[in-house]
């Protein structure tokens, strides 16, 4: 009998951000399988399941680990921050079914950055609005600045994962600039939120101009307004486009 | 003593879609305010609260009325379906608060449909991807048109909101010629899902060619691949990149 796979999307990384769907699937895994770090925190509430961690940077191995449990008979969960489906392992678990055609996968959503990030924010993305991230990793950077360009040329509120890490400390500086040039004002109404979820949740508001100075790391959501988006009380509007 | 407001995303439909957190923000509330079939999803697992209903087109009756009763010291709670930061009453809400400065209001963000219909598509979302309305009943239909245009542009996977309308019932077919004009293919893999997080849910892939003649209502979420999306074993799926 071969098992099921579920590819579980945690949210913003505290218990309460999961779904109850989520924590239903969770229940029905014998195995956990994710980075250290999220498995730590399934681990708090379900004490009594086996989990299987991986270091960073070893996804593919982590998939493959999975589909041998679920050819073992196991009901696995891979658990990720956020949605499983938004840069998460959905779509590289989905496509090697290929090669494991008898394991069945589901994909469980959660609350991507996006989404929560921007509720802590305001309400920065009530109007169409684009998610790109800056890492170069596993997309050319020509992409990339072809999507910063065509995002401020479409007017969409941008949401901006990945803005920067160790090797790639000027990112953002790189892609403010790259919003300038395409026409976006030095005033463009911004913001960032850093450990959305976490403890020491912090939200940030700026201009655009601001933003190309602003320090932030990996783990930081950076919005740019469209240019319609204005700060309000401290928090980042994009109106919808009511009469009030 | 004013009340606080929670604007609550109560995600795709389904009271196990809701997160923990949704759920506590509805437990901390006196009143409950929306729609009248989101609130009846409320009132089945919270019978004891008060219920205030409203019917549709009168958005913003409904957010001042909400802090009439924050100002009259009740904690009220304004429900929206999907994430309520994403076409969702959060920014007309926030907006509004320079009226009423004394009122508190807490976002709490729900899975939206973009998230959850991919889920059950596959994994369409993994890269880069934009989220448009094709709705004009709030924004012209140039704006929309520019943004399915650079959407393609951007090489962007695309989620199309508000599809269809009996009013409308030829702006899928609109969106499919701008894309197909704009250089993405007629065999560009997409899908669309139907009452996601309901009964029938339904998802389909197609080609866009495909998607330019399919029937679609309302509350169908519409998904157009990049030029690397593909559909395999019935799943739409948009690879973030790794070697496999």
Not at 6 to 17: A, L, N
Request: glycine residues 10%; charged residues 20%; neutral net charge.
């Amino acid at each position: 009998m071969k098992g099921h796979i579920y590819v579980i999307g945690m949210g913003p990384g505290k218990r309460t951000g999961m779904t109850a769907e989520a924590a239903e699937a969770v229940n029905a895994c014998d195995v956990i399988v994710g980075y250290t770090v999220y498995v730590e925190l399934i681990r708090t509430s379900w004490p009594e399941k086996d989990f299987f961690t991986t270091p960073m940077r070893q996804e593919i191995a982590r998939c493959r680990k999975c589909y041998e449990m679920a050819e073992a008979g196991k009901t696995v969960g891979l658990v990720c921050s956020g949605d499983a489906g938004i840069y998460g392992m959905a779509a590289p678990m989905l496509e090697l079914q290929r090669e494991y055609p008898e394991a069945e996968v589901t994909v469980i959503p959660g609350i991507t950055a996006a989404n929560s990030g921007a509720a802590v924010l305001g309400a920065p993305l009530n109007h169409d609005f684009c998610v790109i991230s800056l890492s170069d990793l596993l997309t050319p950077w020509a992409v990339i600045e072809r999507r910063i360009r065509c995002g401020v040329q479409g007017d969409f509120v941008m949401a901006i994962y990945n803005p920067s890490s160790r090797k790639r400390a000027d990112y953002l500086r790189k892609a403010a600039d790259i919003m300038l040039a395409a026409g976006a004002e030095p005033n463009r109404a911004c913001g960032y939120v850093e450990n959305i979820g976490r403890e020491g949740t912090q939200a940030v508001t700026c201009t655009l101009a601001e933003l190309r100075e602003a320090k932030v790391n990996m783990f930081t959501t950076v919005y740019v307004g469209n240019s319609r988006s204005f700060i309000q009380g401290g928090k980042l509007i994009t109106p919808r486009g009511y009469e009030l």
